[in-house]
């Protein structure tokens, strides 16, 4: 029955915009009223006749090639639009509603799900079917229509790189990006921990989100790097970033990059900041060119 009720979900949203409003008024003034409900109730059969056959179509082809690397459903915007409504009523609670994950869970951000080059729309059905083993990520029922709109519906909020190469030099970027940046980034298994480790980061973001990210760091924080200060009972101030929390304790990674815990029931104060460690690079300090010089040693094998 759940197969049938995915067929009625999809009619549903594909019938949906040719729902039609009209005047009561005019109607009865024009004697039409019944000469509109009919011609309302041919469309609607017409639609539905022609929107079923399409669906049994969906249906038939995705579940027979369950299992192939295809999914059945590519290219259907209508597929992704319903895996969203899928995706919010059934794995919003731990992946978050945009599906970047939520601070307090250890779920992924499945925006990110495609930069892996070992990923493909098969393997994304067989997690979602088969859970994953060891994590809270359970196996699932669904019935594989509905597990190919969630694929789609992945895809296609997946964020994707950088295309193209930097116009930039990679030998004084990787100087640069020692000067600057590696205090608290790493690119391999070089550099500090402070900040989100960059050794993929050009595969993950567009170039413009990275020039933004340097120039204003403070607009778009990270999970697993949100500023915070506390002040412990012995009037200790601990700066640095929050790695968990929940009710009753809180874990940070401080400036001096070590990972430390407290009660919150043992701390002065929480203060959560706005503003980014990182500092602000203008171009007086960082000029367009020596960041495009960084930005193409990240994009680099050196």
């Not at 039609?20 to 004697?31: L, Q, R, T």
């Not at 340097?214 to 790695?243: C, F, H, L, M, W």
């Not at 009753?248 to 919150?264: A, C, N, P």
Request: negative net charge; charged residues 20%; aromatic residues 8%.
């Amino acid at each position: 029955m759940s197969t049938y009720k995915a067929s009625f979900a999809y009619f549903r949203y594909i019938l949906a915009p040719f729902s039609v409003c009209y005047d009561d008024a005019s109607v009865h003034i024009m004697g039409l009223r019944k000469k509109v409900e009919n011609s309302i109730c041919r469309l609607k059969s017409y639609l539905a006749t022609k929107s079923f056959c399409l669906i049994s179509a969906l249906l038939f082809l995705s579940q027979s090639v369950t299992g192939q690397e295809v999914n059945p459903l590519d290219g259907d915007p209508r597929a992704a639009r319903v895996g969203g409504s899928i995706f919010r009523a059934q794995c919003a609670t731990c992946h978050g509603a945009d599906a970047k994950g939520i601070d307090s869970i250890d779920a992924p951000d499945l925006t990110l799900l495609y930069t892996d080059s070992g990923t493909s729309d098969e393997s994304v059905f067989s997690t979602i079917r088969d859970g994953v083993s060891g994590s809270i990520m359970p196996a699932h029922t669904f019935p594989d229509t509905e597990i190919w709109m969630l694929v789609s519906y992945l895809r296609s909020i997946g964020l994707s790189g950088i295309s193209t190469e930097v116009d930039g030099d990679p030998v004084p970027g990787e100087l640069l990006f020692s000067q600057n940046c590696s205090t608290c980034h790493r690119k391999g298994n070089q550099g500090g921990a402070l900040g989100p480790n960059l050794s993929r980061i050009t595969q993950v973001r567009s170039l413009e989100v990275l020039i933004n990210s340097v120039r204003n760091p403070s607009a778009s924080i990270a999970r697993g790097y949100k500023p915070v200060s506390v002040i412990t009972e012995d009037n200790e101030q601990v700066k640095g970033v929050i790695k968990r929390e929940d009710a009753f304790s809180i874990q940070i990674m401080d400036t001096d990059q070590y990972l430390r815990g407290f009660s919150k029931m043992s701390l002065r104060g929480i203060a959560y900041e706005e503003q980014s460690w990182m500092p602000v690079f203008s171009e007086s300090e960082l000029t367009k060119q020596e960041l495009n010089n960084i930005i193409s040693f990240l994009q680099s094998s050196l």
